[in-house]
């Protein structure tokens, strides 16, 4: 089978290993939001979603176009062994609304947001070579007071309003990480100097000196970037 949307998600900040978790996952709807008292987090589900594409899509298999307040993802995943001495990372580009994931039944983050990424460490729960149950629970209450856009408030699109989407419906990827590792850089233009800030958070600072640089563009007239240092600073632990 050929796994949907399987390009690499983040083309600005590239890291060779990776791999994709797009494909099919099983699936449950959860009209009345009772899934985890009802053990959904520990056992498979009836039917099966073609991931990332979200469970009112025709592309998904799935086709629900009703009110969809909660629904539930699983789906075994082996972390590869070549990542040992590594921690492992599950990304989600964009989960709507509200979600929760497990990993063997252990909750081990939550993201509020329908439309940003997040990411979630797996580790000390997985291991680089074993295999582990992912499950995501997502929740979207159409009566909660939360930013929706033009998705429809009412069953049936009208006017402007389209069909609301709900559930996964961006790629999900993970890839290893070390404990100490760039965050993804931010880039902010300054016009008036005709240059450009460069920020690289670290997932762990350490003290220790750290160094800006200035860079000039080049503006067409024969002129070459060039890198001045300035003095180093202290980071804060």
Not at 55 to 80: C, M, Q
Not at 85 to 100: E, L, P
Not at 188 to 193: G, R
Not at 199 to 210: E, F, H, I
Request: proline residues 10%; positive net charge; charged residues 20%.
């Amino acid at each position: 089978m050929t796994i949907p949307r399987s390009e690499y998600p983040r083309p600005q900040f590239v890291r060779n290993e990776w791999a994709c978790l797009n494909g099919p996952w099983s699936f449950a709807v959860d009209p009345g939001d009772s899934g985890r008292e009802r053990g959904l987090v520990e056992r498979a589900y009836e039917q099966e979603i073609l991931v990332p594409f979200c469970p009112e899509s025709k592309l998904s298999g799935i086709g629900n176009t009703d009110f969809l307040n909660a629904v539930w993802y699983r789906r075994d995943v082996t972390a590869p062994a070549a990542w040992a001495s590594r921690d492992v990372w599950v990304h989600f580009q964009a989960v709507d609304y509200d979600a929760t994931v497990f990993v063997n039944a252990n909750e081990v983050c939550r993201h509020r947001g329908g439309w940003t990424p997040f990411s979630c460490n797996l580790a000390p729960l997985v291991r680089p070579g074993e295999t582990f149950a992912l499950t995501v629970r997502a929740r979207d209450d159409h009566r909660a007071h939360t930013p929706k856009g033009k998705q429809a408030s009412s069953y049936k699109n009208r006017g402007c309003h389209y069909t609301r989407t709900t559930g996964i419906w961006q790629t999900v990827w993970m890839e290893p990480l070390a404990r100490v590792h760039m965050r993804r850089p931010r880039i902010m233009p300054d016009l008036a100097a005709g240059a450009f800030h460069l920020t690289v958070p670290l997932s762990q600072n350490r003290p220790g000196p750290c160094s800006k640089q200035n860079c000039t563009t080049d503006t067409g007239r024969g002129q070459t970037p060039s890198w001045r240092p300035r003095p180093p600073l202290p980071t804060a632990a």
